[in-house]
């Protein structure tokens, strides 16, 4: 893959002529093969995620103006997303009522990062103030200082989830580069996410699991031994980030070993590709989709597999990454029409034609290619994380 060239001329072109509402602001994501779109409900997660995708772009790859333009409407966009508690919905209509709101925080986690990097391609010091306004919210729904609905009963399955924590650290490293005034509250928070996911339990010598008890123990039911290979390798590469730029090799050298027990887990030796899910036990997972081949597992995959052999240079990282972006060139990419398909089956045929939904827009796959295509250039991942 050309990364940067096919970033430029495919990836980003596949949204900015097809999604970009500059009527009511925001972006639609619900988009066929061809792009077109199927529904018009808005996706929250993604006026935050495709905010930090147009803006990352404009101030990494190229200063396109239509990457500003896009980011334009999509920032003016987040208001309307926002209720009047400061918490965001999940879904909204296009013109930006609530369809629906969730007790999750990821709406604002995204719109955190989005504010965040457009305030550094605008100086919009407005953005930056939403920046750590969304970042505190999510931050005080994590610590419990602002109450969210359990998704189960704590007083008789107390668990808590890997997912949270792991997101939580990269936006606190994102708003760490941001916001330079408040650099040791976000080197602070990111330095006890990173504590938590490598001591809080979920880190075992045969997986990274979903979830565990709130004391950190391994919980020997269905939910209890989900490992996600997505959730795990994309974790991997922010605590590897995070080592590199604390110059913490601990961090690094864990990085690593939660790369190499997830690979052996996440693997289809049969058909190629990171699968969705899997039991560590190896019982029946719960999850129906388990043997499905998703875009953004495969994305995070490739990411923590070059940066471990740049950094280790084990030559096994290097032929595993060519091999699964072989996979992704042969059996994802959409030569004819653009973009990526979404969602294969075990046996890597098509699932779905869909381009976008809910879950997936411009975020996962972007973010691939720009961190590819720096790695391309001068192998600093440094640069991208600035």
Known sequence: ?????????????????????????????????????????????????????????????????????????????????????????????????????????????????????????????????????????????YTGARKTAPKTNPQNAPMKALSPVMILLSTAQTLRCACKKNEKKYNEIAAACLNEILHGGFLTDRGLLESVSQEGKFVDTPAGRVVNPGHSLEAAWFVILEGILSGNQNAIAAGKRIIDITLPLGWDQKHGGIIAFCDINKQPPMQLEWDMKLWWPQCEAMIALRLAYRLFGDDTYRLRYEELKNYCQKHFVDAQNGEWYGYLHYDNTVSTTLKGNIFKGPFHIPRLYMIMSVLDEDGCIERYAQ
């Open 1 to 141: 893959m050309l990364y940067k060239k096919e970033l430029i001329e495919n990836i980003l072109p596949f949204w900015l002529e097809n999604a970009i509402d500059y009527k009511n602001g925001g972006i639609y994501t619900q988009l066929d093969e061809k792009g077109t779109i199927y529904g018009k409900e808005k996706s929250v997660w993604f006026q935050g995620r495709a905010l930090w995708t147009f803006s990352k772009a404009y101030n990494l790859i190229e200063r396109n103006p239509a990457y500003l333009k896009a980011a334009d409407a999509i920032y003016g966009f987040l208001p309307k997303c926002t209720d009047t508690d400061g918490r965001m919905f999940f879904t909204v209509t296009e013109d930006g009522r609530e369809l629906q709101k969730r007790r999750y925080y990821f709406s604002e986690t995204f719109a955190a990062i989005g504010c965040a990097e457009y305030y550094k391609a605008t100086g919009n010091k407005d953005a930056l103030t939403d920046a750590e306004k969304y970042f505190d919210v999510a931050y005080e729904c």
